[in-house]
Structure formats: C-alpha cells, structure tokens
C-alpha cells in the first residue's frame, strides 16, 4: 500500500472537472464577504477597479474564502468555532456541496487550495486537546477527507501558499472551547508561532513570537513573491503595553517587528485586522479598532498611515497595488505612497480579501 505521501504526491497529476475560470465571471481578483442593508449574507467578487463581478449569497456571515487557483470555485469556511464549509461554484451561486469538520473537531475560518488546485488545506482545532490540525481534503474527488497534520501549535488561524508551494500557518497560541464559545483559555501559557509545511505536513520551518511577547497572538498572514511572510498580531496582554503588531518572517526560524511609532500603536487597541504585501517589497497592514491602515517598506520601516472608518481588507492586486476595502462598503488603492478612493458599494465589507 502507498504511503500517504506518495498517495498525496499522485494527485498533483490528476485532472480537475472542466468548468469556466474566473475570467469567465467578471475576472475578479479577490474574494470577500460583506453583508448587505436587509441584513443578507454575501461572497462577492472584486475587480482590480473595486467593481462587483459576482455577488453569492450565503447561508451565515462569512470569514475568508478560499478561492480555487485555476476554477471559478470558493470554499466558504463558517467563522470559529464552525464546524461546515460551503463550496459554491461562482458562476452559477449554486453551493455545491457542503463540507462537514470530523467529529471532535471545529474550523478556524480560513483555507487554502494547493497550487495545482487538487487539496484544500483547513485549519482546525481538536476540541478535546486543544491542538491544532490542518485538514487534507481531496477536491479532484469532490472534496473527501484525505488526512490531516499537526500545525505544531495552538488556534491554527490561518493557513497561506507561498509562491513555491510551502504552507505558511499562523498559530495564534490561543486555546477556546465551543462550551464556551470565544472566551480565551490559556492566556498565561499561550506561545504563537509561524509554522512551515510542504503539502505532505512534514515541518520545513517554525518561528516562534519570542517569550517576553507571547500574549501576541498571531492571526493573519500575507505572501510577498520572494517568499517574505507579513504577520499581524493582535495583542491578549496588558491594554497598555505597545508591543510591536506586525512583524516580517524572511526564513530562518525569525520574525523580525516592523518599526511603528508608540504613539499609533496606542491607538490600535492591540489589534491587527489584516496584512498585505504587494509590488515589492511593500507591505500593508490594517486595524478596524483604531481605524487606520500603515504601508512598510521592505526593512520594515513604516513609511505610510491613513485613516479610514472600520477598514480591513487588504490585498495585492497584479498592477502591484494593494486593494483596500472598510465596513462602509468603500473601496481604495493604495500604491507605494498614495491611498485611492476608487468606488463606494451599498455593502457592510468583512474583514478580509482573499486574493484570486
């Protein structure tokens, strides 16, 4: 019998069902949930202009989808602690089926495709331990349960492809509990970490946010071409301490904090919303709760901060921007020094774009 690694190296050869491609529905170049003014759910796709290409509605609020690399197909992944997923073929709305987490298990509300686009890689938290796992689900064979693999930590938030095919997961240390909902259970010993993985879940890589910061729970990540990882932490310590809330990983088992005035930083209440790279060598990084996005050079320095309402949404669109979206329905640009109101939509944006 074949190991699981060699079963799951066999699938980067299979050949996914024919179906239209994202040019095919608008040519979107992110994915993001949004509610609208009756209160309705929604998965809308976003041009490189801030248009709608597509707009889906969903059973419940949304977190991040992850878009198919090749296909016009997202998984909607249920907000922590949910236990279901929806795949929904974005040219038709239909939801195709419907993944359910295994028993004893709960999603973190973010995914990631393979490159070749034959697994989708969930994160998960093992109720009974509190350890986190990276589900492996077939979609060349509608989506069955292959296996899973450590993500060497607790609350595995979020789980990113790197341009060479690495798995980038942010453990955000944080250990909950449906019984109890969100509330926080490991406080004191809680330790974040990034974690590297090849699609077979051996480690390649681990760098762990240093002791004397380890309330700084890492939850968002971010891929720049050259392989560079921004991270953004929200902050589970002292509300007055400033610890530094975005960091770069450029291998090497470090992270290295980004410059940020003390004086912003008090002004975020110890919240990063989401993170960006774009261009290169330029990194964005956004907090509703303070109302204000920052951009970083590639040393880390901060180069630029702009005010707007409940923003969050950030991602790299190819002409090398980065589009920026808020709870307000407005949609920016922003380039290496310049924010960009490009259109406004009767929508209440989540907060994350996913990247097509």
């Known amino acids: 019998m074949p190991s699981r690694r060699a079963f799951l190296a066999g699938l980067t050869s299979a050949s996914l069902t024919p179906t239209l491609g994202w040019a095919d529905v608008g040519n979107p170049i992110a994915l993001s ?5 009756e209160g309705r759910y929604l998965l809308i796709g976003l041009t490189a202009a801030g248009d709608i290409a597509f707009r889906i509605p969903l059973p419940a609020r949304g977190h991040a989808a992850a878009a198919h690399p090749h296909i016009a197909e997202a998984v909607a992944i249920a907000r922590r602690p949910g236990t279901f997923a929806k795949v929904i073929d974005c040219s038709t709305g239909d939801v195709t089926q419907t993944l359910r987490a295994p028993t004893g298990r709960h999603f973190y509300g973010h995914g990631a495709f393979s490159g070749d686009g034959t697994l989708l890689f969930t994160p998960e938290n093992d109720i009974a331990t509190g350890q986190g796992r990276i589900g492996v689900w077939d979609c060349s064979a509608g989506y069955r349960r292959l296996d899973d693999f450590t993500s060497a930590g607790i609350g595995p938030h979020e789980i990113l492809r790197l341009p060479n095919g690495t798995l ?3 453990n955000g240390g944080i250990r909950t509990h449906p019984a109890t909902g969100r509330d926080k259970l490991n406080l004191d010993t809680m330790r974040p970490n990034l974690a590297l993985f090849d699609t077979s879940g051996r480690m390649t890589d681990f760098a762990e946010v240093p002791e004397a910061h380890h309330h700084n729970s890492l939850r968002h990540i971010a891929a720049a071409p050259d392989g560079t990882v921004v991270c953004g932490f929200q902050w589970q310590g002292d509300p007055f301490d400033t610890p530094p809330l975005v960091a770069l990983y450029t291998g090497n088992g470090t992270l290295k ?10 002004q975020l209440d110890g919240y990063i919303g989401s993170v960006s790279a774009f261009g290169t060598g330029h990194y964005a990084a956004s907090s509703p709760r303070g109302g204000l996005a920052f951009q970083f050079d590639q040393t880390g320095q901060q180069v630029g901060t702009y005010r707007m309402h409940d923003v969050c949404g950030l991602c790299a669109a190819p002409d090398d921007t980065c589009l920026v979206t808020d709870g307000t329905g407005q949609v920016h640009t922003l380039t290496r020094d310049t924010l960009t109101h490009r259109t406004t939509h009767t929508l209440a944006f989540d907060n994350h774009l996913t990247a097509i």
């Open 33 to 37: 949930a949004a509610m609208d003014r």
């Open 168 to 170: 980038a997961v942010a």
């Open 257 to 266: 904090p980004t410059d940020m005035d003390e004086t912003t930083l008090y």
